[in-house]
């Protein structure tokens, strides 16, 4: 996703970090700022939201964690269906999770 947003891993950006994985150490890069992020759905405008961004190359998924989706407004009803909705609409609209752009 880093590469398909053109994000550069400039040094004086990122701070980076060893972590222990399950195939041994690797680096993660943490952005020192933050990244104007929303979720971009058909029906409505959704608010950009600052974010933390941490790029790891052993990884190819965005992950997204409980801070950020609460900030997001998004409410997760089946993960494993990728049924979600917003805050707002609780009980009244289910979604679909999209597939990678």
Known sequence: MAQALNIRLNPSDFDIYAI??????????RFKGYVLTKVIVNDRDTPL?????IISESM??????DK????LGIVI?????????????LGKVLRESCVEV
């Open 77 to 89: 009803i089946n993960a494993g269906e990728g049924i979600w909705c917003f805050n707002d609409e």
């Open 68 to 71: 950020a989706i609460s900030a």
């Open 20 to 29: 222990r994985t399950a195939s041994g150490i690797a680096p993660i890069y």
């Open 49 to 53: 939201i600052p974010l933390s961004l």
């Open 60 to 65: 190819d998924q965005v992950i997204l964690s």
